[in-house]
C-alpha cells in the first residue's frame, strides 16, 4: 500500500490521506506534539518532532540525534566521556547542564 503521492507541481511527496477503522480522516501534524507525548521535557518534544520531520533535508540525521542535548543530558557522564570520545563533541559544543555534570564527575575522580 502506499502511503505518500508526487505532488504534480512541486514535485514534493505527500501523504495521502486515509480514513481509521472508525471512518475518521487523520492528517499529520493533527494535533500539537505536546499535546500528544505531553510537555514535561520540551528536549525530547524537540528531539521527536526533529526526529518526525517530514522533510529529510531538514530531519535530524542520525549523528546529528546522537548530538542532541535530549540525548546527552540522559547519559551517565562516564558514558558521556566516551559519547564524545566516540562522536567528535567538543566540551564547548555540550549545553551548559551537561557541561556541569560531566565537569563535577571528572573533579570527583
Known amino acids: 500500500m502506499k502511503f505518500f503521492t508526487v505532488n504534480k507541481e512541486s514535485r514534493v511527496l505527500e501523504p495521502i490521506m486515509l480514513k481509521n477503522s472508525r ?11 505536546d499535546y500528544v507525548i505531553g510537555d514535561e521535557d520540551p528536549d ?21 540525534a ?15 566521556i566516551h559519547h564524545q570520545k566516540m562522536h567528535n563533541i567538543s566540551t564547548p559544543e555540550l549545553p551548559p547542564s551537561v557541561k556541569v555534570v560531566r565537569d563535577e564527575f571528572i573533579l570527583e575522580q
Open 44 to 64: 525530547f518534544n524537540d528531539f521527536v518532532s526533529k526526529c518526525l520531520d517530514w522533510n529529510p533535508e531538514t530531519r535530524l540525521s542520525p549523528d546529528e
Open 66 to 80: 546522537l548530538k542532541h542535548v535530549w540525548v546527552l543530558k540522559g547519559l551517565p557522564p562516564q558514558v558521556l
Open 23 to 33: 471512518g475518521k480522516l487523520r492528517k499529520p501534524n493533527g494535533k500539537p506534539l
